[in-house]
């Protein structure tokens, strides 16, 4: 067996249709476009969602909703979180460096301190914001809570 005697097995390909050819080959005068109208003309193109001059569908569908351009998308980290990272690595501060150092939140990300789970340790939070349950929990435990 050789690469130049390599053949694709029978009924696997099919010679493409050639349009106009001219009229012996069945395909000629019109070349499959039909009679008149936009479509059968040469640089046709017609727009995206265009549907003939029906109302397309994204002005049929009801729209609903609204989203604020200038909303804040916040971090959320829960407190549990926090013990976590002072049991793991004995900190006594957590601010952004040592969010971002162990993965829990990207440079670029503003990070929310909510009152989710169990806080033991005595802890330094800074972040940009926090709930009023996490204030409570942290400042009971002699901690501080510093907005950056």
Do not use: C
Request: charged share 25%.
């Amino acid at each position: 067996m050789k690469l130049n005697t390599l053949t694709p097995s029978e009924g696997s390909t099919k010679n493409r249709k050639r349009i106009g050819r001219g009229t012996g080959s069945g395909r000629g005068g019109t070349s499959t476009r039909g009679h008149k109208g936009a479509k059968s003309r040469s640089g046709y193109k017609s727009k995206i969602g265009f549907e003939g001059g029906q109302m397309p569908l994204q002005r049929r569908v009801p729209k609903f909703g609204f989203k604020s351009f200038n909303r804040v998308e916040f971090k959320p980290v829960n407190l549990d979180t926090l013990q976590s990272l002072a049991d793991q690595f004995s900190l006594v501060a957590i601010d952004m460096e040592a969010l971002v150092s162990h993965g829990i939140a990207s440079k670029n990300d503003k990070i929310k301190i909510l009152g989710g789970g169990e806080l033991t340790a005595k802890l330094d939070v800074t972040a940009h914001k926090f709930s009023a349950s996490a204030v409570e929990v942290i400042e009971k435990l002699g901690g501080s809570v510093n907005k950056i």
